[in-house]
């Protein structure tokens, strides 16, 4: 069965360091998501992306961030310059009709 | 007011019981419902999808939504041990970005 898939599962990083989060969403999928969990909160919303470009994104989803779809199966979340309050699981998402999510990346900025 | 409200729980109820998990909503846009179940450090892994009014039944599980009263419901019947996780509830407007907004997660323990 197809699945989302993310790397690494765990990211240690300092703050102020640049990170990469990467995701291979569903093959025939054509829209692509970031959530972010913060420990003991909810999912939250980050960015959706449709036809390589953004299509909505939240108030979290700030200067700091970007997505890009470098190749046609590759789906990435960039941080530049990571803070404390960065650490929290990453999910990435993709849907044809119903929304499937990866298994998350959890960032830990020391 | 949130724009999706989800009672954390824990909610613990022997095994075979009968469970029954809601959340309310204020957006009277939404018109995805969808219900997750996610595993501690894990992702959301999609049990229910249902579009506007109705109920949904798959195997022990029955969703249900009542526009109306801006409410849904999801019911595991014969609950088992392995259902123990947080199950959380996600909504969407008809949108084409299809963002999905989520409860808070309520946390299930079915004890054998």
């Known amino acids: 069965e197809p699945e989302v898939t993310q790397t690494p599962s765990h990211q240690v990083t300092q703050m102020g360091q640049e990170v990469i989060l990467r995701c291979v969403p569903i093959?025939?999928?054509?829209?692509f998501y970031w959530y972010r969990q913060i420990l003991g909160q909810k999912v939250e919303f980050l960015v959706s992306?449709?036809?390589?470009?953004?299509?909505?994104k939240s108030e979290i989803f700030d200067d700091q961030f970007s997505v890009e779809r470098p190749d046609g199966s590759n789906f990435t979340l960039k941080i530049r310059s990571t803070k404390l309050e960065d650490s929290a699981m990453y999910f990435c998402?993709?849907?044809?009709?119903?929304?499937?999510f990866g298994p998350g990346t959890r960032l830990t900025v020391l | 007011q949130k724009e999706v409200e989800q009672d954390p729980g824990p909610l613990s109820v022997p095994e075979g019981a009968i469970v029954s998990l809601n959340c309310t909503y204020s957006?009277?846009?939404?018109?995805?419902f969808m219900w997750y179940r996610q595993y501690s450090r894990k992702g959301p892994e999609l049990l229910m999808y249902?579009?506007?009014?109705g109920n949904k039944e798959d195997g022990r599980f029955t969703a249900q939504v009542d526009k109306s009263s801006k409410y849904i419901s999801l019911f595991i019947r014969d609950s088992q041990p392995s259902d123990s996780a947080t199950y959380l509830c996600?909504?969407?407007?008809?949108?084409?970005?299809?963002?999905?907004?989520f409860g808070q997660g309520t946390t299930l323990q079915v004890k054998p």
């Open positions: 998402a993709s849907r044809r009709n119903e929304q499937f």
């Open positions: 093959s025939n999928h054509l829209y």
């Open positions: 992306f449709y036809n390589n470009e953004i299509s909505e």
């Open positions: 957006n009277s846009a939404f018109q995805y």
């Open positions: 249902t579009y506007s009014s």
């Open positions: 996600a909504m969407s407007p008809l949108s084409n970005t299809g963002k999905l907004i």
